[in-house]
């Protein structure tokens, strides 16, 4: 893990995963198609979001979790404990980046939000390469934090981000990790890879939606608020303003919300 975990382990943040996943699931499952894969690798499971996600959409999986956190790990067995029951899910407390896995020949993996939290992204994505059949194939969804715009222009929200952000690569995190993950699965080894950046442009057309990305993207921001205090990246000025500049986008009949993630695919 980076050093330490930006976002924290709290009852809150947990939630936060469970709800980031619902309210992300259109846009993260465009384009997956696991409908005739049997065992999927899923890395940096968390508490179960994305699981349960994946065994709803695909009643054939059966998906092996791995997390290197004992807390998340202990709320994904309650989130999941219908599928953990059925034989359907089996977590496992893993380091990503040394992977001792139950078989080395997974249909498919799965990684979301993951990748910006390791100091060694090529080392899991090699690590998930020897774990794969010969054809299996990786889903990936990264972020690309350096794509964040918001109009009205914001600059102590975009100052806090920037903190954010640093904090993260200084914790040996990787915030603009989607940038890189064309060059990190050639890397790793794998063929026919397929990178997409995939926008979240919202202005006056779709207002409501543009309302709820602000408050997503909000959430996200306030997750680490506590660190970034405590090692004195930000103040409280710069938090009230950055908080008022988000009430104005929220009110302004012309705001602009946009971010970029990145989704890449690969195979073995
Ligand atoms: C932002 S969460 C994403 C969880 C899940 N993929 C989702 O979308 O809800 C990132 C997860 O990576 C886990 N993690 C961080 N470093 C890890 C490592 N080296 N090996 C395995 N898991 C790790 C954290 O414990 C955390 O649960």
Partial sequence: MAQKYIHGFEK???DRLIAQADFLEP???QGVDLEFTKNLLEVGCGVGAQTQILCRRFPKLQIDGIDLSDAQLKTASKYLSKELKSGRVHLAQQDAQKMRLRRSDYDAAFVCWFL?????????LKNVYKNLKPGGK????EVFNHTLFMEPYSPAYLKYWFEFNDLQWELK???????QLGNLLKASGFKNINVEIRPFHFDSREPEKRS???DYFFDILLSAEKKLIEEKRVSPELIKKMKSEVEIAKKSKNSVFYYSYVRATATK
């Fill in 12 to 14: 809150k943040e947990q």
């Fill in 27 to 29: 846009y993260v499952y």
């Fill in 116 to 124: 910006e939290h390791v100091p060694d992204p090529l080392l899991v």
């Fill in 138 to 141: 990786i889903y990936i969804s």
């Fill in 173 to 179: 995190g990787h915030p603009h990790v989607g940038a």
């Fill in 212 to 214: 709820a990305f602000i």
